[in-house]
């Protein structure tokens, strides 16, 4: 249902900080005080009162596994051997296959910090990939749309991943496409908004803030 973002009818609860589980706890000051709090600010991790936005309230409803969530996501981000260019190149993408808001108003604005233009962005949220890329993030861009579409790899773009990116560099694109298509899940399942006052980057809604 396109209406239950706008209305707000978000489907979990959504503790403050006062009211989590030391469990909980753990996960919250992971998400809040880990390599995600540091540097610019480019989208709202909290709300006023302290409460988590977008996929990462879910991770203190199931703290073991959302701990383990959290840790992937920081990892992908933070640990992988891609640049920041490529890893925000393939997360805009399967935020664009997924019509995921959440993603496209998070990452846009890092990946326009990490030097894409206005053009580029566009581009990309109109599916098509910029030519102004250079080759290893125009690359990047072809693999995370095959794995998005295809829900495989084919041989031979297999084999110029490897030989352009590293064996060790694909395996965590892949893992960084799954990852971020699990968030999308969770953001639909559970008809998670966006935070208080921020458009929709993308047109037409449907639940858990994604497009169709």
Same mark, same amino acid.
């Given at each position: 249902?396109?209406?239950?973002?706008?209305?707000?009818?978000?489907?979990?609860?959504?503790?403050?900080?006062?009211?989590?589980?030391? &469990?909980?706890?753990?996960?919250?000051?992971?998400?809040?005080?880990?390599?995600? &709090?540091?540097?610019?600010?480019?989208?709202?991790?909290?709300?006023?009162?302290?409460?988590?936005?977008?996929?990462?309230?879910?991770?203190?409803?199931?703290?073991?596994?959302?701990?383990?969530?959290?840790?992937?996501?920081?990892?992908?981000?933070?640990?992988?051997?891609?640049?920041?260019?490529?890893?925000?190149?393939?997360?805009?993408?399967?935020?664009?296959?997924?019509?995921?808001?959440?993603?496209?108003?998070?990452?846009?604005?890092?990946?326009?910090?990490?030097?894409?233009?206005? $053009?580029?962005?566009?581009?990309?949220?109109?599916?098509?990939?910029?030519?102004?890329?250079?080759?290893?993030?125009?690359?990047?861009?072809?693999?995370?749309?095959?794995?998005?579409?295809?829900?495989?790899?084919?041989?031979?773009?297999? $084999?110029?991943?490897?030989?352009?990116?590293?064996?060790?560099?694909?395996?965590?694109?892949?893992?960084?496409?799954?990852?971020?298509?699990?968030?999308?899940?969770?953001?639909?399942?559970?008809?998670?908004?966006?935070?208080?006052?921020?458009?929709?980057?993308?047109?037409?809604?449907?639940?858990?803030?994604?497009?169709?």
């Amino acid at each position: 249902m396109a209406d239950d973002q706008a209305q707000g009818l978000r489907r979990l609860s959504r503790p403050v900080p006062e009211e989590l589980s030391p &469990s909980a706890r753990v996960v919250y000051d992971a998400i809040t005080g880990g390599a995600r &709090s540091k540097g610019p600010k480019y989208f709202q991790l909290v709300d006023d009162h302290g409460r988590l936005e977008g996929p990462f309230n879910a991770m203190l409803l199931a703290p073991t596994i959302g701990n383990a969530v959290q840790a992937l996501g920081a990892a992908i981000r933070f640990q992988s051997t891609l640049t920041e260019r490529e890893r925000e190149v393939a997360i805009l993408v399967v935020a664009v296959a997924a019509g995921s808001n959440f993603e496209w108003y998070a990452h846009a604005p890092i990946a326009q910090a990490n030097g894409l233009t206005d $053009d580029e962005l566009s581009q990309i949220k109109h599916g098509t990939c910029p030519s102004s890329l250079p080759g290893r993030e125009r690359l990047v861009y072809q693999v995370t749309s095959e794995l998005v579409s295809q829900r495989r790899l084919h041989d031979v773009d297999f $084999d110029l991943a490897v030989s352009q990116l590293s064996e060790q560099t694909l395996v965590e694109l892949v893992y960084l496409v799954g990852y971020y298509e699990l968030l999308d899940l969770s953001l639909r399942a559970f008809r998670t908004p966006l935070p208080e006052g921020v458009p929709s980057p993308f047109s037409s809604l449907s639940e858990g803030g994604t497009a169709t």
